[in-house]
């Protein structure tokens, strides 16, 4: 860390000393451009190194706790942990790319300062194609981290068995796995194009680079397609589970305009049992109760039933898959019960 700190404010110091062009032959604009360049990419970097030391005090204190909490808390803690790890690995290899195109960028300050008009057009083409290569190799970082994040996440609700959620999680990780590869494959074009410079730094690679430079085009034209796709695919989604949605409540209004059917009946044979008592009909009297208690408790048991559906549908959307059996169980007992009553 002493050593990174001494680049960084030795990077800093030749930044904030604006160089006098003398003989290089590069624009005054130009120049401009490279000494935001390298000011942007070093803030970038003490960002991400903040960043990073954050990160590992909260890892070390979510490490000490998850010894000490309940097993449900402890499961929490633990997935918020694979996750700060997939983070931290993140984090090094951007810190390692950030680091690498500063001390490009220093060479090109060091060569300037040189006044070597062909040594300084060298240093700034390698610090130009690092630059290229930084953003593509960037961008891998990040698609990798979403892959990993994804991943994880679709397996923990696969195993809470939150199967519409891990729906939707799978389908977002297909299309980050769909990025990666091709992004991975572009990476390798570059890489291909670094080792012709690597050995000839002269080489003239006009027609590979178009190449390059037309896949990478392709690419993102492709990629943008993709994500486009994958939004109507989530949208055909919200569309499906609303349909379900309004369907259940379809079938919950007419379970309730079924009681409240059931429920005029019964008010109505207590009021026919209140007529005949008042009539003192001992016969009527003994058939009307019969047959209103008989009632009011089939009543009682389709109430039950219909707010054991709604617990059961919370067990399910919860993964409570055990608490879901019980409840499914207790459900097929009534219904005996009402088959015995009808």
């Not at 300050?109 to 083409?125: C, G, I, S, V, Y």
């Not at 680079?209 to 990629?223: A, T, V």
């Not at 919200?238 to 919950?252: N, S």
């Amino acid at each position: 860390m002493n050593s990174l700190k001494h680049t960084l404010s030795l990077l800093l110091t030749l930044n904030l000393c604006i160089l006098p062009l003398s003989a290089v032959d590069i624009e005054e604009e130009e120049w401009e451009d490279i000494l935001e360049m390298g000011e942007h990419v070093h803030e970038e970097l003490l960002e991400l190194t903040e960043e990073q030391a954050e990160i590992s005090e909260v890892l070390q204190e979510l490490k000490r706790e998850v010894q000490e909490v309940e097993e449900e808390e402890r499961e929490h803690i633990e997935r918020e942990l694979v996750y700060l790890k997939i983070e931290t690995q993140s984090l090094k290899t951007l810190i390692r790319l950030h680091e690498n195109l500063l001390s490009k960028h220093k060479s090109v300050l060091e060569a300037q300062e040189r006044d070597n008009k062909e040594a300084f057009e060298q240093t700034l083409d390698d610090f130009y194609r690092t630059e290229d290569g930084f953003h593509i190799r960037k961008e891998l970082v990040y698609l990798n981290q979403e892959k990993k994040i994804l991943g994880t996440e679709l397996k923990f609700l696969k195993e809470h068995g939150e199967k519409r959620e891990a729906k939707r999680v799978e389908m977002e990780l297909h299309q980050a796995e769909l990025n990666l590869v091709a992004h991975i494959k572009l990476l390798e074009k570059w890489e291909q194009l670094e080792v012709l410079w690597k050995e000839n730094p002269e080489a003239e690679i006009d027609e590979k680079l178009e190449e390059f430079f037309i896949l990478r085009e392709k690419q993102e034209l492709q990629r943008e397609k993709s994500e486009l796709q994958h939004r109507q695919r989530m949208l055909r989604l919200d569309v499906e589970e609303l349909a379900q949605q309004q369907q259940k409540i379809q079938q919950k209004s007419a379970q309730l305009q079924s009681l409240m059917a059931e429920h005029a009946k019964a008010e109505a044979l207590f009021q026919q049992l209140v007529k005949a008592k008042k009539a003192g009909d001992e016969f009527e009297i003994e058939e009307l109760e019969e047959t209103y208690h008989r009632h009011r408790e089939i009543l009682h048991l389709k109430q039950e039933i219909l707010h054991l559906r709604e617990y059961l549908q919370n067990l399910i959307a919860e993964g409570e898959i055990e608490e879901a059996e019980e409840v499914e169980l207790e459900i097929r007992e009534i219904r005996e019960e009402l088959e015995e009553l009808n």
